[in-house]
Nanobody, 126 residues
Framework: QVQLVESGGGSVQAGGSLRLSCAAS????????IGWFRQAPGKEREGVAA????????LYAGSVQGRFTISLDNAKNTASLQMNSLKPEDTAMYYC???????????????????WGQGTQVTVSS
């Protein structure tokens, strides 16, 4: 299994930026994607972005395209989510996850991911 620890959440005003980080340890060779998900109160968990561990592929939800950027560090043991132009509707608990995806079109399906972090809260005020 992979142990994941998120950090970087906080409270910002609309239009501001945050950078979330996901540090991975443990068994990683059986995983080929890191995803970021978020869940707001009363809503289902939704995929935000994902990246292949080789860094070749990035995927984004339409609601964050152009505002968020997912990336890996050079060691491929952390994944970051740079969030710019934040909106109140981005407010949620954000989770990183590691999984093995056979089909890229299913990147946003939470059940494709085996390992999850504890989450970090992002709050965007108007």
């Amino acid at each position: 299994q992979v142990q994941l620890v998120e950090s970087g959440g906080g409270s910002v005003q609309a239009g501001g930026s945050l950078r979330l980080s996901c540090a991975a340890s443990g068994y990683t060779l059986g995983r080929n994607y890191i995803g970021w998900f978020r869940q707001a109160p009363g809503k289902e968990r939704e995929g935000v972005a994902a990246i292949s561990l080789g860094g070749a592929y990035t995927l984004y939800a339409g609601s964050v395209q152009g505002r968020f950027t997912i990336s890996l560090d050079n060691a491929k043991n952390t994944a970051s989510l740079q969030m710019n132009s934040l909106k109140p509707e981005d407010t949620a608990m954000y989770y990183c996850a590691a999984g093995f995806l056979r089909y890229g079109g299913q990147w946003s399906a939470a059940d494709m991911y085996d390992d999850w972090g504890q989450g970090t809260q992002v709050t965007v005020s108007s």
